[in-house]
């Protein structure tokens, strides 16, 4: 009975090892630069199954297949646009962390840009606004009536 428990916690426990060392991925770089650009071309692209999780980071299917074509345009000598150009045909837009400047995306670039432009604008606006105020003078009938109100308020 003893023994049957041995074998198999021994057994449990090279199973779950070896299921761990199943998720480790090993890449050979003959090239430190390029082993950078691997790293840096993982790090910047999203996994399209995970919420805001780098496919170098994700343990998902799809980061895992990414990871793969990566080091495989890596290794056929295609430069970093055009791996990223090609996954971005692949996965669509969502990858990218930081979104292309183009026609479509205007928008989204240009609403910060417009905020901060408009803000400092209404700022200006209501300073040269609040200056002229200060410094226009009372017309004869409205001083006239401010007296009118102090005298009042005198006598009261």
């Not at 793969?68 to 090609?86: A, K």
Request: proline letters at 3%; glycine letters at 4%; hydrophobic letters at 45%.
């Amino acid at each position: 009975m003893a023994l049957t428990r041995c074998i198999t916690a021994l057994v449990s426990v090279l199973l779950s090892v070896s299921v761990m060392a199943a998720g480790i991925e090993l890449r050979e770089f003959d090239d430190p630069v390029m082993e950078e650009r691997y790293k840096d071309l993982t790090a910047s692209m999203r996994c399209p199954l995970c919420e805001n999780q780098a496919i170098d980071d994700s343990d998902a299917p799809i980061s895992a297949d990414m990871r793969e074509r990566v080091y495989r345009l890596l290794q056929d000598g295609q430069s970093d646009i055009e791996i990223t150009n090609h996954m971005v045909a692949r996965f669509g837009d969502y990858i990218l962390y930081n979104p292309r400047l183009e026609n479509r995306t205007y928008l989204l670039w240009g609403i910060p840009i417009a905020l901060i432009v408009g803000g400092g604008l209404m700022v200006v606006l209501i300073v040269r606004a609040r200056r002229n105020a200060s410094a226009t003078a009372l017309s004869a009938e409205e001083q006239a009536r401010l007296n009118e109100l102090i005298n009042r308020e005198r006598s009261s």
